[in-house]
């Protein structure tokens, strides 16, 4: 009886332990993910400890883990570009839910006297607010919103602008006319990346339709790797993402089909059918804005950076990118570095058909912002 | 096995019942730090950033408390359904539908003055989760369905019914299409008590605690609970009101998880949006089971649990921990106390030697019927 009682608990403990896991979407994965990512912190050698009086302490807050190849992960990298400049320290904190968890993360952080917080993620915005306005001396930077404060500043990239190239490349490559993305949320910025990947492949191929499933998660390797068989499925030849785990890049490869990849150059999960990746360098960004708080003349802004400042870019393409392909979308490239964004010029039709652009106009940065409806032919609800 | 085994305790062990559970913590802390000692970071400073992270400071010590706080809901809630023998592993849904009802209110009367939106927020929170964890019940009941599949399947439901609100109807248009609704009335938000950065929800959860603690330990109908454990047989025989009492536990769970949600998406957000859902509802099942089903035992359990993760934390920033380190530390902890639960009912003995060769009989493995 009672062997039976402890039998009942281990086994009502683990499945409890097994839902916890599951609970959480992303989270899932994280802890199969997580060796590499524990190889790699052991390399860094974990110096950050209480960092001396003169050194300006600069925290990141992430919403995945960094081993990641994904969101996180470039952010890290971005990180890792601070490390060379004198007189600055650099900790972070992993997989940091965007509930009231970060609020608390946030104000540790702030208190332990770090100068510079970067929160890397749209849900740390009203936390990020928040204590900001309980430590007015410390200077806080917000990834992907649009709040500010005397202390607080906003700041993106305009991924887009890669996007837009990959979508080139996509649409050349593509037989079927049909281009699979696995998308995560419905929100504008994963829409307006859908929006530059279709305009960018219709660009070169007026035929070629963007077919989109959201899987409801940022980084979920199994579940994202079945959106995209799903999407392969119905046709499609080229599968891109706006995923942080490589899970679709795998799928493509699978089914020997291409792939375009996010965050970071994805090619070694894929390398047979990775195509592109449109990816952030935030290292660039980050560098100009602490050079500023240690110079003192830091301001709080909004800043959108894009292709011209190089804060996004495209990886390097696969070899079966034909050469007149690299060509033609290196010269989008060049056009987007000198400045010269014409990604949402009109003509921009949406789905039904309806004119949100008329040619000669552009989509300005205020609707791209806040972007919830699809370019005609993405085929897909953005809800 | 290694010569020893194991007898069934004919009394508890009167020493034991107090050292179990420390050792098992301090086994399970040992094997942690042990694996971060491997990777190169100092131990006793891990521990040190581990314990200062959650009591070290007012702040910390607040930031545990208020962590704790859905976490020994939701636990309370799933206890009582377990005291029963009724396997609700619905908290989570039932957290969801809380969040929701108590929005509900918050955004149908944003000017009432707190004193009277709240107390509806409390209302339409506890209806909500309720008449979530009522639906199991009753099919339990009408149709013997079986309960853990239904409440974990209706955590799925509760959870899309959330995201669809606040993808769509509920979505603030102010929200650049982000999946939030607009912030809380100040009338909404459980207001902070005067000097802390604690909340009125910690008050009401140690009443409520309490309150439990009474109910299951000093009333009749408590006593009943206990008794209906056993089966619905015994219950019958004793003329309890079986299926009244089963709907009454999933109800209390329901409401005790429902006022979770409500106050992590009002205290704690301001506003209603998916990241509300951290999986305190599974949390649960964990707690209470190392609680043992005993309200103050959840209590401290819940706490423990909350230091953990919010200490953890300060281990990220000072040693470049991994996330996954807090989970595996859990899971540790986990591991050695259930084990230390064994040495409870369990003594282990030195095998007499019987002969030269050990005999090929009855392996001396720990069997209940053995007592």
Partial sequence: MLMKRLALVLAAACLALTLAACGSGEKKAEEKKEAPAAAQAKQEAPAPAPAAESAMQVGFIYVSPIGDAGYSFAHDLGRKALAGMPGVTTSYVESVPEGADAERIIRNMAAKG???????????????????????????????????????????????????????????????????????????????????????????????????????????????????????????????????????????????????????????????????????????????????????????????????????????????????????????????????????????????GETRAAAGQTIPDADLLGMTWFVKGVVGATE | MFGLTAHKRTEPPGWGSVCIFPAALALALFLGLGLLALTGRPPLAVLGALLSGAFGSVRAVEETLLKTAPIFLCSLGVAATFRIKVWNIGAEGQYALGAVGGTAVALAFPGLPASVLLPLMFLGAALAGALWAAIPALLRQRLAVNEIITTLMLNYLGILFLDWLVYGPWKDPASHGFPMTALFAPGAVLPRIPGTRLHWGLPLCAALGLGLWFFLSRTRLGFELKASGEGRRTATYARMPYDALVLLVMGLCGALAGWAGLIETSAGLGRLQPTVMAGYGFTAIVVAWLARLRPLAIAMAAFLLAALRVGVENLMLDFSVPAAFGRILEGLILLCVLAGQFFTTFTLRRSKPLAPNPAPEPAPKPTGEAA
């Fill in chain 1, 114 to 352: 770090f100068k510079v917080i970067f929160t890397t993620s749209y849900g740390y915005m009203d936390p990020t607010l928040k204590v900001a306005g309980e430590f007015p001396d410390t200077v806080f930077m917000h990834c992907s919103g649009y709040k500010t404060a005397p202390n607080m500043g906003a700041y993106f990239g305009r991924i887009y602008q890669a996007r837009y190239l990959t979508g080139m490349v996509a649409g050349s490559m593509t037989k079927s006319n049909i281009l699979g993305y696995v998308a995560a949320f419905p929100i504008p910025e994963v829409i307006r990346g859908i929006n530059a990947f279709a305009l960018g492949a219709q660009k070169v191929n007026p035929k070629a339709e963007v077919r989109v499933v959201w899987t409801k998660t940022w980084y979920d390797p199994a579940t994202e790797k079945e959106a995209a068989k799903s999407l392969l499925d119905v046709g499609a030849d080229v599968i891109a993402q706006h995923q942080d785990s490589p899970g679709p890049q795998e799928a493509a490869q699978e089914k020997g089909a291409y792939s375009v990849g996010y965050n970071s150059d994805m090619s070694a999960f894929a390398p047979k059918s990775h195509l592109t990746s449109a990816i952030w360098n935030w290292g660039v960004y980050y560098a100009n804005v602490v050079e500023k708080v240690k110079a003192g003349t830091w301001k709080s802004s909004s800043d959108w950076w894009g292709m011209d400042k190089g804060i996004v870019d495209i990886a390097p393409f696969g070899p079966m990118v034909p050469k007149e392909v690299q060509d033609k979308v290196l010269a989008a490239k060049a056009e987007l570095a000198a400045g010269k964004d014409t990604v949402f010029a009109g003509p921009v039709l949406d789905q039904k």
